[in-house]
């Protein structure tokens, strides 16, 4: 398995943009997870998807964001307008079913996109 | 709310010299303690799962360790390439969501 595929690895926009970062996360795999790491910060998890659907999208810093997985292999996370304080590493991870009531799985990660707003 | 704090943030070791990282963490009914390494531009890689307090895991210089309030990851006889951020994570009951901490930065001196 190729692991999970991001894309693109950088980014550099200017301010007002909008920008579209694309997941492969693993076959088989049915949680996906977008997380956002700067230096300040660490790792903060902005949205995870059950299945394609939406479960908690609480992380999402505020409007501009928003996420979609419209089936098992792809998923988009968009920024729209983008601002310098939106620079950032973005990953994708992947996990087998993150059920409740079983026990954890682990996450793989993607390499990131490095996401510079000017 | 699960929270999970990491020190030091940063370490230098040198070549040889053992030592230990921490993980004091706050969740509401552990699911899984995760050990991962990230080297710079990459994302973090896998290392360890613990579940229950005494647990133990270990892979080469590495050994994890779980109490119910915090995690170790022991690194005996470091060598420069074991250079890298180590992040923790945790994982609460009813929840999806893994919380991370900041990481700590571990550089080992030749």
């Known amino acids: 398995d190729a692991g999970v595929i991001q894309s693109p690895r950088h980014e550099v926009t200017e301010m007002g943009q909008e920008v579209t970062l694309r997941c492969k996360p693993i076959?088989?795999?049915?949680?996906l997870f977008w997380y956002r790491q700067t230096m300040m910060r660490g790792l903060e998890l902005l949205i995870y998807?059950?299945?394609?659907?939406?479960?908690?999208d609480s992380g999402m810093p505020e409007d501009r964001f928003s996420a979609k997985m419209p089936n098992a292999s792809f998923s988009t996370l968009k920024i729209q307008p983008s601002e310098p304080r939106d620079s950032a590493v973005y990953f994708c991870?992947?996990?087998?079913?993150?059920?409740?009531?079983?026990?954890?799985?682990?996450?793989?990660f993607g390499a990131g996109s490095r996401l510079t707003v000017l | 709310e699960d929270q999970v704090t990491q020190s030091p943030e940063a370490l230098r070791l040198q070549e040889g010299e053992s030592s230990s990282l921490n993980c004091s963490y706050t969740?509401?009914?552990?699911?899984?303690l995760f050990w991962y390494r990230q080297d710079p531009g990459k994302g973090p890689e896998f290392l360890f799962t613990?579940?229950?307090a005494g647990e133990e895991k270990e892979k080469e210089r590495l050994k994890a360790t779980l109490t119910k309030k915090e995690s170790f990851l022991h690194i005996t006889a470091p060598k420069p390439e074991d250079s890298a951020t180590y992040l923790c994570?945790?994982?609460?009951?009813?929840?999806?969501?893994?919380?991370f901490g900041t990481g700590t930065r571990l550089k080992v001196l030749a």
């Open positions: 991870a992947s996990s087998p079913l993150a059920g409740a009531v079983s026990g954890a799985n682990v996450l793989t």
């Open positions: 076959s088989g795999h049915n949680s």
């Open positions: 998807f059950n299945n394609n659907v939406p479960i908690d």
């Open positions: 969740v509401s009914g552990l699911r899984g």
């Open positions: 613990l579940y229950s």
């Open positions: 994570a945790v994982r609460g009951s009813g929840t999806y969501k893994y919380i």
